[in-house]
Nanobody
């Protein structure tokens, strides 16, 4: 199983960026999927998730109203639309997926390689 994250780059504060995560060998719609991030010198933290077989969403408080996670069944991809970016959003962003919500929550999941988002002030 491979997850491939893409879309990172340099963006100015207040700007937007869309991250994408594609999967080989399984269909995202049958898996719980989420985005996590790790800033320099900090632990990896949860950002957003889509539960298995559901279009409901879960967000970390600091990104609510700014980030949107979505599942694209046509492309078998999961996106993270990030708006109103702040310098504190700077981090390596990782997509992760697991066959159950519980596994994703405890990070017992398949992981992508990470994509760096840098937000300049």
């Amino acid at each position: 199983v491979q997850l491939q994250a893409s879309g990172g780059g340099l963006v100015r504060a207040g700007g937007s960026r869309k991250l994408s995560c594609t999967a080989s060998e399984f269909a995202f719609r049958r898996y719980a999927v989420g985005w996590f991030r790790q800033a320099p010198g900090k632990e990896r933290e949860f950002v957003a998730a889509l539960p298995r077989n559901s279009d409901s969403t879960v967000y970390e408080d600091s990104v609510k109203g700014r980030f949107t996670i979505s599942r694209d069944r046509t492309e078998n991809a999961v996106h993270l639309q990030m708006n109103s970016l702040k310098p504190e959003d700077t981090a390596v962003y990782y997509c992760a997926s697991a066959p159950t919500d519980a596994k994703l929550e405890r990070r017992d999941a398949f992981w992508g390689q990470g994509t760096l988002v840098t937000v300049s002030s």
